[in-house]
């Protein structure tokens, strides 16, 4: 069996709201890890336990996930063919669209949180703001 996990490397840099779903400072300790049956799983390393489970987003198999490095953004690739933009603060899918032909088989965010990169059949480079690919 497959398995994708990412874990976040350092928290946002605002301050939270005390009414946000998902703690903002508590984002360093998340670890995402994608299921066959197409959920996220965020789990706490600090609590040793799951934090949430993000659902919705996939009709297939999660191959893939990464962190955007300024938000509290996750995105996941999935046999779906889709990207799913997710929000930790509420728990939801925020935008999903059609990235290949094929399988979404891995992500990357650039480090100025900007841009991704999606590998499938094909590779494209998306523009985070639009969700159109780069030009």
Request: charged share 25%.
């Amino acid at each position: 069996m497959d398995m994708c996990i990412a874990m976040i490397k350092e928290g946002p840099q605002r301050k939270k709201r005390k009414s946000e779903a998902v703690q903002v400072e508590e984002k360093a300790d998340l670890l995402a890890m994608g299921t066959a049956a197409g959920t996220v799983l965020i789990y706490s390393t600090a609590k040793g336990a799951l934090h949430c489970t993000l659902d919705g987003g996939h009709c297939g198999e999660v191959n893939c996930v990464q962190w955007h490095p300024q938000d509290t953004l996750l995105y996941s690739g999935s046999d779906d063919t889709q990207i799913v933009e997710w929000d930790l603060q509420t728990g939801k899918s925020r935008c999903k669209w059609k990235a290949d032909r094929a399988a979404v088989t891995s992500l990357c965010v650039s480090p100025d949180g900007k841009l991704l990169l999606s590998a499938g059949q094909t590779i494209k480079m998306w523009d985070l703001e639009t969700k159109e690919v780069y030009r």
